[in-house]
């Protein structure tokens, strides 16, 4: 598997955890540390994943990662603003950007798994 199929893979799994993760740190405050630090280390490797994808021929997968970089900045400022003021609109607003994030890593992992596959298959 190739340096950026990996990072596609940490990056889905990644928000997979900070899911569920979201949700204990509304009640318990102590892994609020652990959360902020996999949100940074997402934003770092999606923003690596556009690097990448800025290569591809896929208009789509390119529109999808600039998209997901967007979503995850917004991500990151809408946790701020709810680490300052804890308002049920920003949560609310924080959990559907969660899984709207987690419906587009999906599909850009699908696009990019199945692009590669292709070239695999081609090329054999």
């Known amino acids: ?5 990996i990072i596609g893979t940490l990056i889905f799994l990644g928000i997979i955890i900070q899911i ?3 949700y204990i740190v509304t009640t318990n405050r102590n892994y609020l540390p652990i ?3 996999i949100g940074i ?19 789509s997968v390119k529109i ?3 998209l997901a970089l967007l979503l995850v900045l917004i991500q990151i400022g809408i946790g701020s603003n709810i680490i ?7 949560s609310i607003a924080h959990q559907a950007n969660a899984y709207i994030l987690l419906i587009i890593i999906g599909v850009i992992g699908y ?12 090329s054999s």
């Open 111 to 122: 696009l990019t798994f199945s692009t590669a596959r292709k070239e695999k298959t081609i």
């Open 20 to 22: 569920p993760l979201g």
């Open 1 to 5: 598997m190739k340096l950026v199929g």
């Open 84 to 90: 300052e003021n804890n308002s049920e609109t920003l």
């Open 64 to 66: 999808l990662n600039s």
């Open 35 to 37: 959360h902020i630090g």
């Open 41 to 59: 280390l997402g934003l770092i490797l999606i923003g690596y994943e556009l690097f990448y994808a800025l290569k591809s021929n896929k208009q």
